[in-house]
Nanobody
């Protein structure tokens, strides 16, 4: 059973930074796309950033220039570096990983709270 475990969430002031980590229980070479979604209270879950096995990245317009996604296959981990955080970035952040013919796996989520 594949497990994804997120860490790095917390409380930060506006303008601050956080780095989220998502550690997989299996080699990330097993996955095609990996990335992060977030869900704020009362809102739908939305894609924040994604990275392919080849390193191509994709970002939501709201985080472009502030967030950076990276993937370390040697450590079986995907990261989300978040700079210039805003109160509207407050949400539960979920890591995901896609595996061919197996579908999508999700982490349990980590809370990010940005105070104004």
């Amino acid at each position: 059973q594949v497990q994804l475990v997120e860490s790095g969430g917390g409380l930060v002031q506006a303008g601050g930074s956080l780095t989220l980590s998502c550690a997989a229980s299996v080699s990330t070479f097993n996955f095609t796309d990996m990335g992060w979604h977030r869900q704020a209270p009362g809102k739908q879950r939305e894609l924040v950033a994604a990275i392919t096995s080849g390193g191509t990245t994709n970002y939501a317009d709201s985080v472009k220039g502030r967030f950076t996604i990276s993937r370390d296959n040697a450590k079986n981990t995907v990261y989300l570096q978040m700079n210039g955080l805003k109160p509207e970035d407050t949400a539960v952040y979920y890591c995901y990983a896609d595996q061919t013919r197996r579908g999508r796996y999700w982490g349990q989520g980590t809370q990010v709270t940005v105070s104004s």
